[in-house]
């Protein structure tokens, strides 16, 4: 799945405050990240260094941990970029996107926060992925038959699932609530 190679490194044990962390870095960078995005996806993002990062300590983020860093830096990106794409590009609105999300099943929901969280912390069969990314396609052509969409639908979900481990600290293993 996508990004699966940067976020390899060990799941933090403690929880990151990813809004505190996000309102730490300075607006301009903020809105270059977002702007990038929204133009040209995540490869047009400049990147969020540690640098960026370095007021966030009050955040959770343990300075200096560099795999920690990258973790937060990539749900970021991945997080307010693809809102943003939603918005903007699709013309989608967040609290629709939201309910969709509240009205995926239990069974979807474990399936794609296995196949999407838990291939960073150990190695999944390609099966699980691939029931994983069928979940998340599932959720997405339900909001639109856009193509374009769907793609940022699925990450969108992958950011959301992501950011509640790194929010809750919990192990990729352990499904949150």
Known sequence: MLFAGALAAAW????????????????AK????????VRGGPDAVPGITETDLERAGACGINKGDIFQTVQVSLVLMMKHGSEAALIRRH???????EQAWAAVPASDLALIRQGTVAVFDEPVSDQIRASAEAALRRFARGLTADLK???????????????EHLETGSPATTPAT
């Open 12 to 27: 933090p044990a403690a929880a990151v405050d990813l809004q505190c962390a996000w309102n730490s870095i300075a607006e």
């Open 30 to 37: 903020r809105k270059s990240v977002v702007d990038g995005y």
């Open 91 to 97: 013309k989608l609105a967040l609290d629709d996107v």
């Open 149 to 163: 969409g769907q793609e940022e639908l699925v990450t969108w979900g992958m950011a959301r699932v992501l950011s």
